[in-house]
T-cell receptor, first 112, second 115 residues
Framework: QKEVEQNSGPLSVPEGAIASLNCTYSDRGSQSFFWYRQYSGKSPELIMFIYSNGDKEDGRFTAQLNKASQYVSLLIRDSQPSDSATYLCAVKRGSTLGRLYFGRGTQLTVWP | GAGVSQSPSNKVTEKGKDVELRCDPISGHTALYWYRQSLGQGLEFLIYFQGNSAPDKSGLPSDRFSAERTGGSVSTLTIQRTQQEDSAVYLC?????????????FGPGTRLTVL
């Protein structure tokens, strides 16, 4: 079982729709969770982080965490073509200092 | 302020040669990480430095890979006797503090091609 799993996609949504990206993780001791956006040929860019169960909103982005289900998601409201990218879920395990465990990413395409 | 910088941005080398990749973290960040990303793959952890502590080398794929961090700032990743499977984008990240929330910020990467 992989540490962090994501649907590879591709996920395709129309402009203005809600895009839902999902991630599961295997270590129950994981403490903090991150979403990175990676445009083709570019390095990952941090867009959201969440540490507590529940929802965290930042503009059009909402991160949701459910530690009991070992599940974290990212919702993008009013999706724009500029949101088209690969979204990487990353997890920091409680038992391991420092390093992040990354999923392989979900490719999102928002079509006009 | 300046972000994480890496050099060179691109490196083409011949199989068997040694290469050095450099990373300058964000000023004041005490933790520094190296990852690599092969085409279409996720990020693979290589090594992690935190202050003066011994680095976490658990992700280095072979003894051909080594890294050092001088003066708690700049880091160099060295790959000896490069192989074609070493071709990837090598990404450096830094964070303010390993404890707490550990938000990592990435540099632009070095694209390594081994012919």
């Amino acid at each position: 079982q992989k540490e962090v799993e994501q649907n590879s996609g591709p996920l395709s949504v129309p402009e203005g729709a809600i895009a839902s990206l999902n991630c599961t993780y295997s270590d129950r001791g994981s403490q903090s969770f991150f979403w990175y956006r990676q445009y083709s040929g570019k390095s990952p860019e941090l867009i959201m982080f969440i540490y507590s169960n529940g929802d965290k909103e930042d503009g059009r982005f909402t991160a949701q965490l459910n530690k009991a289900s070992q599940y974290v998601s990212l919702l993008i409201r009013d999706s724009q073509p500029s949101d088209s990218a690969t979204y990487l879920c990353a997890v920091k395990r409680g038992s391991t200092l420092g390093r992040l465990y990354f999923g392989r990413g979900t490719q999102l395409t928002v079509w006009p | 302020g300046a972000g994480v910088s890496q050099s060179p941005s691109n490196k083409v080398t011949e199989k068997g040669k040694d290469v050095e990749l450099r990373c300058d973290p964000i000023s004041g960040h005490t933790a520094l990480y190296w990852y690599r990303q092969s085409l279409g793959q996720g990020l693979e952890f290589l090594i992690y430095f935190q202050g003066n502590s011994a680095p976490d080398k658990s992700g280095l794929p072979s003894d051909r890979f080594s890294a050092e961090r001088t003066g708690g700032s700049v880091s160099t990743l060295t790959i000896q006797r490069t192989q074609q499977e070493d071709s990837a984008v090598y990404l450096c990240a830094s964070s303010l503090n390993e404890a707490g929330y550990n938000e990592q910020f990435f540099g632009p990467g070095t694209r390594l091609t081994v012919l």
